[in-house]
């Protein structure tokens, strides 16, 4: 792969998006083993550099390095000091002389992680693990990774073949909604999900898009019933931010019960669904707002295998960014 980093899902082009998928694949067939350890990176130092919290993003991605002998140094802004206003700067000279291999960053300022990796204060190789409301590659490769697995086969089906490699999403349906405007998932997703082939629709009500959503290349829909009508494959539903929207001082939409009526995966919807369409969520989810409980924990939902699968993503990015056979650089 001719990557020096993953930023953003736009720097991939078809045939490295299906490498990520098709390596990805291939670390997934390794953790049904009693060792689920390789020795790939062994003796290298990478760092969890986390200014925004995170739960399942930072587990996935220090999990991925261990399965892959990398030693893992996890460093959250809370406590550190960040918080006596170092700057990023700073932080990233402080990694480079440590001696790290790689940087893991997650930031609530978008394009974070581009500067962390082109503004010439280390030569690492950068995964963005989420920046603002810009971009979450390795989110959208779960995603993308968890579709193709259900879209051409049950992956609750032992006897099936291993997916073929090179395997896109032609002629898939994904509806995503919700908070669309604060989520980095959905712009990453849209990219990734219509570069192997997919249709995205996003819904949300107007105060919930992004300026110049018109230019993406998805449809919008502002009805949540016309957009399940279509039968899609996949119907991914985004947290409703509020510490973002609290932060912009609110007035997104009049109310929790009114935003669970237009737009939530309630009951009704849950049961009108077709029988093949999956559930998906990045979570963290809030039950009873964007997502009911019948819906999160009936066997339709993936977000349980989402997050298995973002270990194998994850242990594939850094396969390929680091490791010598991975990438032709070194
Ligand atoms: C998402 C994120 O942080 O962008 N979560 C995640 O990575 N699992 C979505 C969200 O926070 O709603």
Redesign the pocket.
Known sequence: MSLDHLISIRDLDYREALLLLDTAEQMAATQFRRVKKLPTLHGRTVVNLFFED?T??RLSFEAAAKRLSADVINFSAKGSSVSKGESLKDTALTLQAMGADAVIVRHSSSGAAHRLAHAGWMDLPVLNA?DGTHQ?PT?ALLDAMTLRRHFHRDPTDPEVEPLAPGTDLAGARVVIVGDVLH???ARSNVDLLTLLGASVTLVAPPTLLPVGVETWNCEVEYDFDRALAQEPDAVMM??V?RERMSAAGGGFFPSPGEYHLAYGLDRQRFDALGPDTIIMH???MNRGLEISAEAADSPRSVVVEQVANGVSVRMAALYLLLAPEGNPRD
């Open positions: 995170s399942r993003t989420g979450h989110q989520s980095r998932v985004l947290r931010q990045p979570g963290p």
